[in-house]
């Protein structure tokens, strides 16, 4: 019998069971403080204790984006070990912040699958839930992967493709308990925008660019335990590159995003996103935001600005995305939509 | 008077003297991130305070190869600055876990001695003793090197060659207080084997692979407050090269090893290592492990199992080890022999 | 409107602004592993919270230089995104030391203004203050930055180059509550010289080199949230290179002045500090202190020591610092002049 982890083939997935992520994780100071080493993160609820708490927060919660790459990494397992492509996210919500001292575990439940016409592969769709010692629920998006067949005579299972939202209502979206932007210090923030100073179809160009190392990309992939073999072995692809974990293109974009987006403060819904083209050490990153909606909160001074989040390599053209022929460009790296929560 | 440390030769060493090693530590919840971004451990009862709550201790406690770490690297100035090869380790045990918030020093009894027969150099044999800010022990482990004469006609001290044991036995080993498996979650856990799963003599290769950067084992060897030039410093070789600290290819050999013994938690104790070849940058590390013995303990559901850990380059054999002359084959870098505990 | 932050430009600043910088800053444990990681730190009151205590401190305090470093990058956004250089530090304090837990912010007030005479750039001299979440300040230094005008026409300011002092005196220094060395412990420390075995006039040479890699110096300067471009994209110069902080270079040098200097404890003043040449990515780092001065403190045991900390290149020639033409020689890397504190 053996001993390691061959990872779930197609034909193992059942619509409607609930896989438990092995190896739950307590957060610290120490994450936090590898979150401002490996990314060039300055929102300040997540930098700063007394600005977290003028907010309403009990203290400064660990980066949205890093609890998401935790959640993340325990799924890859049991989800992704044999996937071919990791092909997009719908409905994710953060549902509670994470403050150093928590643990977090992770379940997924198949709500959807579809074999492809090759015979060979086939679509698993997950909805993975992050939740604390406490049971609460602290984060919740659907996945859907490409993923081999172990056994290519195996029986296709019914097809089962679940309706998706195209993105989450500002209805939807979970307001941490408490949030308060009545007393929003801009000046400390480092940014002087509030939700009104933006329009719905603006584009940001954010400017600054970041080289990416080796090292970098592989301290962050397994800082979140997330063990997929072709973003650390080096003999894994022909090429001899390492893939980069699109998680870490999500969060060095989202923090290069602060240089025009500093007030876009709490990452509360995930719509979509895309892992455009594949990303390699020595790539230089650069981003770009476009506003897609607004809208208010029930919370004082609390907005929520809906926002595509585009990286790409350096070089693309400006507010580069898709081509004639409605592909990404091949600079492009990552098209994310989201929502945060931005002072009115 | 020279103000920086020269180190000590081998005719400074005296039988039964004690040293005590400078620079103490406080370790946090930081060190615990770090080793989770240098290593890909993924060992539940390390990762989770619920989960090692669960097994009987207070918390999540520091990894047992990080503290040997720490431990080790305050004896390099005093011990192996100027050792040309560091020859063994023997009887180490780990005596308490080592939690965040703990402050640990060292000392070293030198307890052997033996000129080398070219009159150049010779063989120091110490029992290193890790200890807590209560002046608890927490490790011990014996450790010979090899060390240069400062001065060539420095008179032989008498030869005194320590008797070690070759393995440590079960009843050897301290298990750590209050450690209680009855309960184990195997799926959290990330494994479903227990040790009667497992049969002495059985191989088990770790499948996966990690390719080193500069930067990564540079940041663990100084997190660890080890000194030995070679690690740092690319002018003190002649080929340019420096030389992977023997300690981070065991952490990151024992990680790998998660994916087939999940379950071997604790380390316990250390019978023998040798540190087989060089490791350098660019190197992909796999490793293997082979059980050698098995015993049962005092604590509910707590089993030891013996395990060889075996790293080797991308490219050896598999399960490669010795060539048919007795030498290490040229890809293989570790060979460590310890006892870890297991769910029975 | 431009919603990215385009710098100030030399016009922009008015003589007696107080400028707030943006983005607070709460410490943990894990800025301090990742100092202990970055760097080869080894001094034992910013290791070991029971050497701190047993010094009269309530724990171990972030490294001096980690708690500029923070306060440094807080500026940049507001000083330093424009300018072409760096050119200098004067009368630098550290008033408290700064705890885990504590949360940093910054201000600047423009103390004086030089425009050069080629009418395109000018000189902007700057008095940083670090204050903690209780209002008090930790830290208050002179910064001196030549910046690039926005608009070449715009008026030239009236000149004001304030008086700077060329050195602190002991005096002026302030010596963290509580301290004392009346106890202190040299074995533990690493060093068996108090201030007494040093002369004014000695030259020590710290004997070790490390070798940089970007994937290190870039963690660093992210970790203090200091977002000048030139330091992370790498096709922001011509040549394809990345300017390695200053900062980093400092951290680097004092971490090796441990090997000599064990005992120069606490970095209370910086007097003067020059970046005398650019350092890059495979440098080899060497470093050498001379000592200035020395004085007593009304603390127990507690001496202050002035001393020249330079760092220069492999390969440069021993205490390398100026040519015959009194200009900084091609390897020297750092030149800087410090107060610190260690046991008479």
Not at 160 to 173: H, S
Not at 281 to 286: C, I, K, S, W
Not at 288 to 313: F, I, N
Not at 331 to 336: K, M, N, P, Q, Y
């Amino acid at each position: 019998m053996a001993k390691t982890n061959p990872g779930r083939f197609f034909e193992d997935y059942r619509i409607g069971e609930v896989i438990a992520h092995a190896v739950p994780r307590t957060v610290s100071g120490g994450e936090r403080a590898l979150y401002h080493a490996l990314y060039p993160a300055r929102h300040a609820l997540y930098s700063s204790d007394e600005f977290a708490r003028a907010c309403g927060l009990d203290q400064s919660p660990l980066d949205d984006l890093a609890a998401f790459h935790i959640v993340f990494g325990k799924t890859v397992p049991d989800i992704s070990l044999n996937a071919v492509a990791n092909l997009g996210y719908a409905e994710g919500r953060w549902l509670k912040p994470v403050y150093p001292g928590d643990t977090l575990r992770a379940t997924s439940q198949v709500i959807g699958l579809k074999q492809n016409s090759n015979g060979k592969s086939g679509v698993v769709w997950v909805r993975t839930r992050g939740i604390n010692q406490d049971d609460e629920p602290v984060l919740d998006y659907i996945r859907w992967v490409m993923v081999r067949k172990g056994d290519p005579n195996a029986d296709a299972p019914d097809t089962l493709v679940p309706e998706l939202k195209p993105a989450l209502a500002a209805d939807d979206l979970v307001i941490p308990e408490g949030l308060d932007f009545a007393r929003y210090d801009f000046t400390l923030a480092g940014g002087l925008h509030r939700m009104a100073d933006y329009a719905i179809g603006e584009k940001i160009d954010h400017v600054d660019g970041v080289t990416i190392e080796e090292a970098e990309h592989m301290m962050a992939t397994r800082l979140w335990q997330n063990t997929a073999k072709v973003h650390f072995d080096a003999t894994n692809r022909e090429d001899g590159k390492r893939l980069i974990y699109g998680g870490h293109v999500i969060s060095l974009a989202r923090a290069l995003s602060f240089n025009g987006l500093a007030n876009a403060q709490m990452i509360v819904g995930l719509n979509a996103g895309a892992h455009a083209n594949p990303c390699f050490a020595g790539d230089t990153l650069r981003a770009w935001s476009e506003v897609l909606d607004m809208a208010e909160t029930t919370h004082p001074g609390v907005g929520a600005v809906r926002l595509r989040l585009v990286a790409m390599k350096h070089g693309a053209p400006a507010f580069a995305l898709k081509g004639e022929d409605g592909k990404y460009l091949p600079e492009v790296l990552l098209d994310l939509d989201y929502w945060a929560l931005m002072p009115i």
